[in-house]
């Protein structure tokens, strides 16, 4: 799994206390603030609102009950909201709420945070509350070591994730073709990273999020998720500033991605060359393939894998950046059996920078700009403005 493998080819924050959908135009993470604290800069054209999805949000886009919660970190106070406190309710699962205090508080996260793969969890901040990995630490893991199989679901609202990094730790064997691959085959998810769970955001800022810097498979800066059986459904949230090889702010690989009201902007894919499987040029196997190319795919999302489909519905990208001689600088889809679909709707992509490619096997949708790269089943788009096309 990887990249495009194509031939021929080489914004503004959520708003304070909104629920499902709500978010306003304009603006980066606050500094110090807790969820939905607005700062000046960040995407968003001046004057332009943002984009808002005309079709009816399912229900699993709905932020989750938490009047009865499992666990309440914090006895009122801000001192009371240790990492300690944290932990100890994240490994429990269920519902996560808070009692820190009236202001905004950030939870310094020291260690990363374990979800449970047996049981639900919703972690509700509140709009107060801001975990930050310092630069140094991944924020929330959840792994099973099956693919595809559980129905456990993750739901994060009204929080803010910033400065989660995930380290790599096995790097990618030197090759004597100077063609092959380079950097890492692990480090992915600087905020979060799921193996075979389903994940639901609501209303929620990742910033300043990353994950390894390098390699044709590694990547997501704010999120990674593979082997998803019913992938991830995001509404209302902002990524901005995130970093990673492959998906700057979000890398699927196997997972099926609704993105509803959302904000993509100034996110990176950091690695080059994006990724191809070619033996004439690379006679060493990485990953079972012989991989040529370090990544760099999807500025703002890479998506890759088989039988699962991609929606975007008052969306908006911009400013997303692919890495050099990589593709998609807002997005990057692989359908490897051409049997996933596209569909944008209502959503806007505007100064994303990177290579780009419309490849798909049925439909009218030919062509979907300079910020995309894409193979696939189909595509459908309607009331959207997309570089290169509108």
């Given at each position: 799994?990887?990249?495009?493998?194509?031939?021929?080819?080489?914004?503004?924050?959520?708003?304070?206390?909104g629920?499902?959908?709500?978010?306003?135009?304009?603006?980066?993470?606050?500094?110090g603030?807790?969820?939905?604290?607005?700062?000046?800069?960040?995407?968003?054209?001046?004057?332009?609102?943002?984009?808002?999805c005309?079709?009816?949000?399912?229900?699993?886009?709905?932020?989750?009950?938490?009047?009865?919660?499992?666990?309440?970190?914090?006895?009122?106070?801000?001192?009371?909201?240790t990492?300690?406190?944290?932990?100890?309710?994240?490994?429990k699962?269920?519902?996560?709420?808070?009692?820190?205090?009236?202001?905004?508080?950030?939870?310094?996260?020291?260690?990363?945070?374990?979800?449970?793969?047996?049981?639900?969890?919703?972690?509700?901040?509140?709009?107060?509350?801001?975990?930050?990995?310092?630069?140094?630490v991944?924020?929330?893991?959840?792994?099973?070591?099956?693919?595809?199989?559980?129905?456990?679901?993750?739901?994060?609202?009204?929080?803010?994730?910033?400065?989660?990094?995930?380290?790599?730790?096995?790097?990618?064997?030197?090759?004597?073709?100077?063609?092959?691959?380079?950097?890492?085959?692990?480090?992915?998810?600087?905020?979060?990273?799921?193996?075979?769970?389903?994940?639901?955001?609501?209303?929620?800022?990742?910033?300043?999020?990353?994950?390894?810097?390098?390699?044709?498979?590694?990547?997501?800066?704010?999120i990674?998720?593979?082997?998803?059986?019913?992938g991830?459904?995001?509404?209302?949230s902002?990524?901005?500033?995130?970093?990673?090889?492959?998906?700057?702010?979000?890398?699927?690989?196997?997972?099926?991605?609704?993105?509803?009201?959302?904000?993509?902007?100034?996110?990176?894919?950091?690695?080059?060359?994006?990724?191809?499987?070619?033996?004439?040029?690379?006679?060493?196997?990485?990953?079972?393939?012989?991989?040529?190319?370090?990544?760099?795919?999807?500025?703002?999302i890479?998506?890759?894998?088989?039988?699962?489909?991609?929606?975007?519905?008052?969306?908006?990208?911009?400013?997303?950046?692919?890495?050099?001689?990589?593709?998609?600088?807002?997005?990057?889809?692989?359908?490897?059996?051409?049997?996933?679909?596209?569909?944008?709707?209502?959503?806007?992509?505007?100064?994303?920078?990177?290579?780009?490619?419309?490849?798909?096997?049925?439909?009218?949708?030919?062509?979907?700009?300079?910020?995309?790269?894409?193979n696939?089943?189909?595509?459908?788009?309607?009331?959207?403005?997309?570089?290169?096309?509108?």
């Amino acid at each position: 799994t990887g990249g495009p493998r194509a031939s021929g080819g080489t914004a503004g924050a959520h708003a304070s206390g909104g629920g499902a959908g709500a978010r306003a135009s304009g603006g980066g993470p606050g500094t110090g603030g807790g969820a939905g604290a607005p700062a000046s800069g960040g995407g968003g054209q001046a004057g332009t609102p943002a984009p808002s999805c005309s079709l009816p949000l399912p229900a699993s886009a709905r932020p989750a009950d938490t009047s009865t919660p499992t666990s309440v970190v914090g006895t009122g106070s801000a001192a009371s909201c240790t990492f300690g406190e944290l932990s100890a309710a994240v490994t429990k699962g269920g519902v996560v709420t808070f009692d820190c205090g009236a202001a905004p508080v950030t939870i310094g996260v020291t260690a990363t945070l374990t979800l449970p793969t047996n049981k639900n969890t919703v972690i509700d901040g509140g709009n107060k509350i801001t975990l930050d990995g310092g630069n140094a630490v991944q924020i929330l893991k959840y792994y099973s070591a099956n693919f595809q199989a559980l129905d456990t679901v993750v739901t994060l609202q009204h929080l803010t994730l910033v400065n989660g990094k995930a380290t790599p730790t096995e790097a990618i064997p030197p090759a004597s073709e100077a063609a092959c691959s380079q950097g890492w085959n692990d480090g992915q998810g600087g905020a979060v990273s799921m193996r075979d769970g389903n994940l639901v955001i609501v209303d929620c800022l990742f910033a300043n999020n990353q994950a390894a810097p390098l390699g044709p498979d590694t990547g997501g800066g704010a999120i990674y998720l593979v082997g998803s059986k019913h992938g991830a459904t995001i509404v209302g949230s902002t990524f901005t500033g995130n970093k990673g090889s492959v998906g700057g702010a979000i890398y699927s690989l196997y997972g099926e991605l609704d993105i509803y009201n959302s904000v993509f902007a100034g996110n990176v894919g950091t690695g080059n060359g994006a990724n191809s499987d070619d033996a004439s040029m690379c006679s060493t196997i990485n990953n079972d393939q012989h991989e040529v190319g370090s990544g760099g795919n999807g500025g703002a999302i890479a998506a890759d894998g088989n039988d699962f489909n991609l929606l975007f519905c008052g969306d908006d990208f911009e400013n997303n950046l692919a890495g050099s001689k990589a593709f998609g600088g807002a997005l990057c889809f692989t359908s490897d059996n051409l049997a996933g679909t596209l569909s944008i709707v209502d959503t806007r992509m505007a100064g994303n920078t990177g290579g780009h490619w419309t490849n798909v096997t049925t439909g009218s949708v030919t062509n979907v700009g300079t910020a995309i790269g894409v193979n696939a089943k189909s595509i459908t788009l309607s009331g959207s403005t997309l570089q290169g096309v509108n």
